[in-house]
T-cell receptor, first 113, second 114 residues
């Protein structure tokens, strides 16, 4: 049972435009959400996170929005740059229950110059 | 800066063989996590260690075992390998238990079982 879903395996955008990556979750116990970025032949690296008590967190060009009622979060990258081309994983945790992260399958973002 | 080191980077084994994957965390990191990512799949949590003790367990088969040593490096031992064990195995370490935003991943070990 996929508790974290990234329904778009890939996304292609033009440089300078906005990239929006979506993620849905099913477990209402999740209270912390993270986005990781992964380049080929490298491990995932932390990008941005949000706690369930917030609905928005911003860090430079990256903003994560959380809609708890819809169990949906999204990552906005604006403006997108070619160096942002990577696989983006959405992940969630139930910090009161387990140490593990539950990942989505990832979305491959391609930013075209 | 030192990162999480995993060895080997690639490993090819036959069915029913054994494999040992190693993970060297960032210095002073006392927490290690193992994840398995099958082809086209999401990374799945296997097991974690904190201060050399198992701290959490996920979907790790009984054929697999792991431990964390006194120098905090960890090894994942896999026996009676099956074709379905072919995957990318990530190790991650953190300085603070459960601090996922402070989680650093290695580049992974690509295991192919033939």
């Amino acid at each position: 049972d996929q508790q974290v879903k990234q329904n778009s395996p890939s996304l292609s955008v033009q440089e300078g435009r906005i990239s929006i990556l979506n993620c849905d979750y099913t477990n209402s116990m999740f209270d912390y959400f993270l986005w990781y970025k992964k380049y080929p032949a490298e491990g995932p690296t932390f990008l941005i996170s949000i706690s369930s008590i917030k609905d928005k967190n911003e860090d430079g060009r990256f903003t994560v929005f959380l809609n708890k009622s819809a169990k949906h979060l999204s990552l906005h990258i604006v403006p997108s740059q070619p160096g942002d081309s990577a696989v983006y994983f959405c992940a969630a945790s139930d910090r009161g229950g387990s140490e593990k992260l539950v990942f989505g399958k990832g979305t491959k973002l391609t930013v075209n110059p | 800066a030192a990162g999480v080191i995993q060895s080997p980077r690639h490993l090819i084994k036959e069915k029913r063989e054994t494999a040992t994957l190693k993970c060297y965390p960032i210095p002073r990191h006392d927490t290690v996590y193992w994840y398995q990512q099958g082809p086209g799949q999401d990374p799945q949590f296997l097991i974690s260690f904190y201060e050399k003790m198992q701290s959490d367990k996920g979907s790790i088969p009984d054929r697999f075992s792991a431990q964390q040593f006194s120098d905090y490096h960890s090894e994942l031992n896999m026996s009676s390998l099956e074709l379905g064990d072919s995957a990318l195995y990530f190790c991650a370490s953190s300085l603070k238990r459960g601090a996922h935003e402070k989680l650093f991943f290695g580049s992974g070990t690509q295991l192919s079982v033939l």
